[in-house]
């Protein structure tokens, strides 16, 4: 049985010129589904499961049966300097109608609102009443750095190829993040992934990792 409020967020495309703001993108698709899953009335699909459409896009409605969902939203960004565009689209995949579709153009510095618009959008259209609690939440903004974030979305991105290499990359932008915003939660989590990767794959002293990781998840 399909769930009404199922919804699956599609990897948001990235339609910069350069194919190195793929972090960018990916990184909206991930803070765009946190922000979704605040609210309680929605299943989302999780990251793992929907990142797969990434590489190997399928028309929405096989990807909606194959997920199990009812509501699909997809998207693009397109970074230039400080400006973004960013347009999403929500459909209803079971009869293929279009249920909202906006557009943003703004400053990279307004990322978080555009994040949260789209979330309390979505929930006016689908007529989702929000608790205090909700709306509280969506109101969150991880950091007010936004080189910090810069570094974080990348440090994400590389942690996901999992060889050595791109872990002491990551692990250097996590650094980055957390040195210029020592509140930044969800950077120190990142950093904490770098060493539990790291100790999980014997790429460094396994018990010292451990206790690395140990620290940044206290931190965080």
Do not use: C
Not at 7 to 20: E, G, K, M, R, T
Not at 113 to 128: D, G, K, M, P
Request: hydrophobic share 40%.
């Amino acid at each position: 049985v399909i769930n009404a409020n199922s919804i699956a967020v599609l990897p948001f495309a990235n339609l910069s010129n350069d194919p190195q703001q793929d972090f960018f993108s990916d990184g909206l698709t991930e803070d765009i589904i946190t922000q979704l899953s605040k609210i309680r009335a929605y299943k989302v699909i999780s990251r793992t499961s929907v990142m797969q459409y990434k590489q190997t896009p399928k028309p929405v409605k096989e990807i909606a049966k194959q997920l199990g969902v009812s509501l699909v939203l997809e998207g693009s960004v397109q970074r230039q300097g400080d400006k973004v565009r960013i347009t999403a689209q929500l459909i209803n995949a079971v009869n293929d109608e279009h249920v909202w579709a906006d557009s943003y153009d703004r400053s990279v510095s307004d990322i978080f609102s555009i994040q949260r618009e789209v979330a309390l959008a979505i929930a006016a259209v689908l007529n989702t009443t929000l608790s205090k609690k909700e709306t509280k939440e969506l109101d969150y903004i991880p950091t007010a750095d936004l080189q910090a974030y810069d570094h974080y979305l990348r440090g994400k991105l590389l942690t996901e190829n999992r060889n050595k290499a791109d872990l002491l990359v990551a692990r250097d932008h996590f650094l980055q993040a957390v040195n210029r915003d020592k509140s930044f939660a969800a950077a120190y989590s990142g950093l904490a992934d770098t060493f539990l990767l790291s100790s999980f794959r014997g790429y460094e002293d396994p018990v010292a990792m451990l206790w690395q990781a140990k620290k940044y998840i206290d931190t965080a």
